[in-house]
């Protein structure tokens, strides 16, 4: 039960700075991206391909539309087909800088 209500909070805050995000809101705070690389090493390269590049065979996070926020953290959160499901395994932070990653880090050269 604690650990639901958690993950509600969570959800919330997600939102939260979604709407942070949006085109002439915050940029992503220092660090953000550097944290998302590293658990983007850690959990994601062995699919989608060490920095973003050559996935193996999942899909090629480069392309991610960048306006889907929502669709992003979705997927990650609760998996898709052959995508893991991360929720046990990631706090709704580790999502934002996984995303702060995608669209400003790695995926914008
Ligand atoms: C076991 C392999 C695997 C791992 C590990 C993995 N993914 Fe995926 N991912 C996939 C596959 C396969 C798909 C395509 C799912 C589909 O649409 O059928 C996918 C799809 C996605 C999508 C959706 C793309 C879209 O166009 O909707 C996102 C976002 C994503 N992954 C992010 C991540 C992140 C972030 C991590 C690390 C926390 C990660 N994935 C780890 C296999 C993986």
Redesign the pocket.
Known sequence: MRLRGTFILGLALACASAAAQDPGGKPFAAGQIGKGAA??ET??Q???GPRLANPE???D?RK?PREDHA??VD??TYG?????P?ADV?EPDDIEA?WAYVVAGEGKK
């Open positions: 658990l983007y959990h994601c062995t699919c989608h065979w999942a899909k996070l991610f669709r992003f997927t990650v898709v087909r052959n995508m893991p991360w990631l996984l």
